[in-house]
């Protein structure tokens, strides 16, 4: 009987989450939600950022530093922020720091249900509805970059094109893959430090037809999602550091990838 009463339990929170999943998922992907303004405001030609907070808030200053570093352009930085406790501190740390080069604008959201990496898709469907357009960029807070990363990034995107730093070619499996040069057309490209067309988010399909036990796989969704597209994926040569790797979810979701892949069935392609 105590172990019925477990699982009783058990399957009524899992009802809750997926409950609280779905509600969350049907508000964000309407854009029911306002990031909230902590510093400047975008005037228009901004070069949108948008970078997920989880268990790295240490990383924050070093986030606001190297973005606003960087060179010859004006950013419009926006966080999509999936761990509620952290938001004063954040909210603090921002607030403190004075931006004094290419951070136009500083804005967050804060979601009560984690939505892995998938909310920075969120935030860019947000500004597709409000008219942006071109490339908007992406960042991971573990990552170090220098402060021509933007113009890097710009240099070799595109319409219809996802350009980044991790890039790979697959030889038919996920984890069987070959590290790419810069320029070369490749099957993956990760979400972090990559720049992407904003046109990925102009359907709401992009959102609809992810299923729900790969959700936290937005990265795979991502290049899958644009190759059955007709999408071009290349890799950027931009120097790029990767830290707090003891902290990074690959590690748990290694098997979960690679099924992904194969679910979605992508082939190689060549590098010509």
């Known amino acids: 009987m105590v172990g019925l009463a477990v699982s009783a339990s058990s399957f009524a929170r899992r009802a809750v989450s997926a409950a609280r999943w779905r509600w969350a998922m049907a508000r964000y992907r309407s854009g029911r939600f306002r990031p909230q303004r902590l510093h400047g405001a975008a005037e228009g030609g ?7 907070l989880w268990n790295r808030r240490e990383r924050i200053d070093a986030i606001l530093t190297q973005l606003d570093a960087q060179q010859g352009t004006r950013i419009r930085l926006l966080f999509w922020n999936n761990r509620p406790a952290d938001t004063a501190y954040y909210r603090k740390r921002i607030a403190a720091y004075r931006p004094h080069g290419a ?8 979601s009560r249900v984690n939505m892995g990496g998938l909310g920075r898709f969120f935030v860019a469907r947000k500004l597709y509805v409000d008219g942006y357009r071109g490339a908007f960029l992406m960042l991971d807070d573990d990552q170090d970059v220098s402060d021509h990363l933007v113009t890097d990034l710009l240099a070799a995107s595109g ?42 988010v102009s359907d709401l399909s992009f959102f609809t037809e992810l299923p729900r036990y790969f959700a936290f796989l937005e990265d795979v969704w991502m290049c ?38 194969r679910y979605l069935q992508l082939d190689d392609i060549s590098t010509a």
């Open 46 to 52: 901004e070069v949108a950022i948008i970078v997920c």
């Open 159 to 200: 319409p219809h094109t996802i350009a980044g730093f991790w890039a790979w070619t697959m030889d038919g499996d996920y984890w069987a893959r070959r590290p790419a040069e810069p320029g070369d057309r490749v099957s993956y490209v990760g979400t972090g430090g990559c720049a992407c067309d904003i046109d990925i």
């Open 224 to 261: 899958g999602y644009a190759r059955k597209r007709g999408w071009r994926l290349r890799k950027v040569d931009t120097p790029i550091e990767f830290v707090l790797d003891e902290t990074n979810q690959h590690h748990s979701l290694a098997e979960l990838k690679a099924e992904f892949y």
């Open 103 to 110: 951070l136009a604008e500083v804005s967050m959201f804060t």
